[in-house]
């Protein structure tokens, strides 16, 4: 079986400073691991994807996530927030031989002035 | 189309009434998926197509829920005899999956399903 935890319901942070959501996964065989972001009354949008290689993956909007296997992360990172980042963020995973996608319960972000 | 498209955007039934939510997915992608969605959490695995069959319904939570893709293209999900705990967002997103499993899925906007 596979599965993602985010482990914060919410990250707040000012404009202008970093930002990190965090993810943690647990998979059978490699991952495939993904972030999709959901504004109100919106669909899910694909941020970002890792696959293979560079462990540090570069996506839309400045969003980079840092695949890490020992500790089975896949943090989302940002180097300067905007308060347009505000939305609900998820994290999710393909492992092994499933096709399906497994979602976390996802991160809401909020960027204040 | 451009992308994903689901419609209704917005069902309101009676509890016991029998709905049909309709996905059209991005021409061309093979793989095609259903989630559903309830207030505050991640989007939950119903089933997956690949072409016109359903390669893993493993999500469906009971009988009453089925879904078709008779022509490897549009979907519908069907579910007979409502509930009130059946309100969610239902999802759909569809993917390339050919091109292996790194690959993406892309998502519609959802139809809002309220059961009353």
């Known amino acids: 079986a596979q599965s993602v935890a985010q482990p914060e319901d919410q990250v707040n942070v000012a404009e202008g400073n970093p930002l990190t959501v965090k993810c943690t996964y647990s998979v059978s065989g490699n991952p495939y691991l993904f972030w999709y972001v959901q504004y109100p009354n919106r669909g899910l949008q694909f941020l970002l994807k890792?696959?293979?290689?560079?462990?540090l993956v570069k996506g839309s909007y400045g969003f980079e996530a840092e695949f890490n296997k020992s500790q089975t992360s896949f943090h989302l990172k940002k180097p300067s927030a905007l308060v347009s980042d505000s939305a609900l963020y998820f994290c999710a995973v393909r492992g092994g031989t499933a096709s399906k996608l497994t979602f976390g319960t996802g991160t809401r972000l909020q960027v204040t002035l | 189309g451009a992308g994903v498209s689901q419609t209704p955007s917005n069902k309101v039934t009676e509890k016991g009434k029998y709905v049909e939510l309709r996905c059209d997915p991005i021409?061309?992608?093979?793989?095609l998926y259903w989630y559903r969605q309830s207030l505050g959490q991640g989007p939950e695995f119903l089933i997956y197509f690949q072409g016109t069959g359903a390669a893993d319904d493993s999500g469906l939570p009971n009988d009453r829920f089925f879904a078709v893709r008779p022509e490897g293209s549009v979907s519908t999900l069907k579910i007979q005899r409502t509930e009130r705990g059946d309100s969610a967002v239902y999802l759909c997103?569809?993917?390339?999956?050919?091109?292996?499993?790194?690959?993406?899925?892309?998502f519609g906007q959802g139809t809002r399903l309220t059961v009353v």
């Open positions: 021409s061309g992608h093979t793989a």
């Open positions: 890792y696959i293979t290689g560079d462990n």
């Open positions: 997103a569809s993917s390339l999956l050919r091109q292996g499993r790194g690959t993406e899925a892309f």
